[in-house]
């Protein structure tokens, strides 16, 4: 038995669950998020917690099981309180802007690159600097993230760039001068 999909999920006051046939629906303050059930996989729920079970002890069943109940748990935290990764812009003359729907990004490069948010994520600059995105679906913000970050990958140099916060870069030694 999977370890993390016998685990129940347990949500809060303002989430409602709907289940239709084999799709799942979560409303909470948030938003709405839906999820179509793979075969081989059924959710119960009760008062206030839900329960994936497998319907049978097949492989694909077997590795279909904590996949679901995880991200069944990401929706229910989503729609309840939204997932957000924040970006750190370093390098002189690097800096963000946001204007309606695009983010207006100066690189280094010999004209600025602009970034359009899709439909259901937010994000804000904060001093320049830090890129702030949030949204209710966890996949799409990592996504988001990480195309905002491969449009100028922290080099290991300098360390200039775009970086996830807290991530660490390895500097790498620049030539040295013959003796």
């Known amino acids: 038995m999977s370890r993390i999909g016998k685990k129940p999920i347990k949500f809060p006051a303002g989430v409602?669950?709907?289940?239709?046939s084999n799709i799942i629906r979560v409303?909470?303050?948030k938003g709405s998020l839906s999820l179509a059930l793979p075969e081989g996989v059924a959710v119960s729920s009760d008062d206030r917690t839900l329960v994936v079970t497998r319907l049978s002890e097949e492989r694909k069943e077997?590795?279909?099981?904590?996949l679901v109940r995880t991200l069944l748990a990401n929706m229910v935290i989503g729609v309840s309180a939204g997932f957000e990764k924040t970006l750190e812009i370093s390098g002189v003359g690097?800096?963000?802007e946001t204007k309606d729907d695009t983010v207006r990004l100066l690189l280094g490069y010999s004209s600025p690159v602009e970034y359009k948010v899709p439909k259901g994520i937010t994000i804000k600059v904060?001093?320049?600097?830090?890129?702030?995105?949030?949204g209710i679906d966890k996949e799409l913000v990592g996504k988001v993230a990480a195309e905002i970050r491969g449009l100028k990958k922290p080099e290991p140099y300098k360390?200039?760039?775009?970086?996830?916060?807290?991530?660490?870069?390895?500097?790498k030694v620049g030539k040295s001068v013959g003796a």
Not at 62 to 66: D, L
């Open 62 to 66: 077997r590795s279909r099981h904590g």
């Open 126 to 134: 904060d001093k320049q600097v830090n890129i702030i995105i949030s």
């Open 94 to 96: 690097y800096r963000a």
């Open 27 to 29: 409303d909470g303050p």
């Open 16 to 20: 409602k669950l709907k289940q239709e």
């Open 159 to 171: 360390g200039k760039g775009i970086k996830y916060a807290g991530e660490r870069i390895r500097r």
